[in-house]
């Protein structure tokens, strides 16, 4: 007796399909049911969309930007202002508290100002200088009232260096850079000061008047110069100052104090100045 073929199965979904299609009905009826019975405050929503609308600018366009530069709608992250925006929104009033209170923490502790004057720095490092150089011409100045030498050398300063002015017929004959005789005294003492008090560079300047040179010399350039550097070998020859603490340099007739057009002026500006430097 032949076997009996088994009939093929129903053509279709499977049987869990159907199942499975029933309960996701069952649940999006479920969710409508409950959408209709809950209710929407319009008015609120439309407070929330204009709040963030103000804030972000966003919302309208979609293309505003925060301060200068590329929009947030393009979704770059770069913001100029960025620091400056989220400060006025409020969003870092904290934050910007404490990073207050720590700046003034290390100020209290360090001693270190917020903001630096930098003229006010420099105006009273001026100040200074011109103190300390006051009471240092007023001790030459006494020094050389002691030497009686106060009808050859005249004292004087500024905030950069205190000033000694010999008189150049005092030291040399008329068109001449050779030192005379009787000044080497005079010299000597100078150099005394110079030692004792000069901590910083010293300058030799020689000056003249602006009559035409007729000698050995070409000019008063070379008449100034040569006057400076006779005082400069005899303050290294006849001292203990350091050469490397002397310059010396010519004027000529650059720098008058007085008028040429008269005698007195030109007796005036016939002259040798060493310059006493501070050193702060």
Same mark, same amino acid.
């Given at each position: 007796?032949?076997?009996?073929?088994?009939d093929?199965?129903?053509?279709g979904?499977?049987?869990?399909?159907a199942?499975?299609?029933?309960?996701?009905n069952?649940?999006l009826c479920f969710f409508?049911l409950?959408?209709?019975?809950?209710?929407m405050?319009?008015?609120?929503?439309?407070?929330?969309?204009?709040?963030?609308?103000?804030?972000?600018?966003?919302?309208s =366009?979609g !293309?505003?930007? $925060?301060? *200068?530069?590329?929009?947030? +709608?393009?979704?770059?992250s &770069?913001l100029?202002?960025?620091?400056?925006y989220?400060?006025?929104?409020?969003?870092?009033?904290e934050?910007?508290?404490?990073?207050?209170?720590?700046?003034?923490?290390?100020?209290?502790?360090?001693?270190?100002?917020?903001?630096?004057?930098?003229q006010?720095?420099?105006?009273?490092?001026?100040?200074q200088n011109?103190e300390?150089n006051? =009471?240092? !011409?007023?001790? $030459?100045a *006494?020094?050389v009232s002691e +030497?009686?030498m106060?009808d &050859?050398?005249?004292?004087?300063?500024?905030?950069?260096?205190?000033l000694?002015?010999m008189?150049g017929?005092?030291?040399?004959?008329s068109g001449?850079a050779?030192?005379k005789q009787?000044?080497?005294?005079?010299?000597?003492?100078v150099?005394i000061i110079?030692q004792?008090?000069?901590?910083?560079?010293?300058?030799?300047?020689?000056?003249t008047?602006?009559v035409?040179m007729?000698g050995?010399?070409?000019?008063?350039?070379?008449?100034?110069?040569?006057?400076?550097?006779?005082?400069?070998?005899y303050?290294?020859?006849?001292?203990?100052?350091?050469?490397?603490?002397l310059?010396?340099s010519?004027m000529?007739?650059?720098v008058?104090v007085?008028?040429?057009s008269t005698?007195?002026?030109?007796?005036?500006?016939?002259?040798?100045?060493?310059?006493?430097y501070?050193?702060?």
């Amino acid at each position: 007796m032949a076997k009996r073929k088994e009939d093929p199965p129903p053509a279709g979904s499977p049987a869990w399909m159907a199942t499975f299609s029933d309960l996701m009905n069952l649940l999006l009826c479920f969710f409508v049911l409950l959408f209709s019975m809950s209710t929407m405050d319009e008015a609120k929503l439309a407070e929330i969309v204009a709040s963030m609308n103000s804030s972000f600018s966003i919302f309208s =366009a979609g !293309a505003t930007s $925060i301060g *200068e530069g590329i929009l947030i +709608s393009n979704g770059v992250s &770069q913001l100029n202002e960025l620091a400056e925006y989220i400060n006025s929104t409020g969003m870092t009033a904290e934050s910007t508290n404490e990073s207050d209170r720590i700046e003034q923490y290390d100020q209290e502790q360090h001693g270190v100002e917020k903001t630096v004057d930098v003229q006010e720095v420099l105006d009273e490092i001026e100040q200074q200088n011109l103190e300390s150089n006051e =009471a240092l !011409a007023e001790i $030459i100045a *006494e020094a050389v009232s002691e +030497s009686d030498m106060s009808d &050859q050398i005249d004292v004087s300063f500024t905030a950069q260096y205190v000033l000694l002015t010999m008189k150049g017929a005092f030291l040399f004959d008329s068109g001449e850079a050779t030192l005379k005789q009787e000044s080497y005294r005079a010299l000597d003492k100078v150099s005394i000061i110079l030692q004792r008090y000069a901590k910083g560079e010293i300058e030799i300047d020689g000056h003249t008047d602006n009559v035409p040179m007729s000698g050995k010399y070409h000019d008063n350039e070379e008449l100034s110069s040569a006057r400076a550097l006779s005082v400069f070998y005899y303050l290294v020859n006849n001292s203990n100052l350091d050469p490397l603490m002397l310059k010396h340099s010519g004027m000529g007739e650059r720098v008058p104090v007085a008028d040429n057009s008269t005698p007195e002026g030109r007796a005036r500006n016939r002259r040798v100045e060493i310059r006493i430097y501070n050193n702060n």
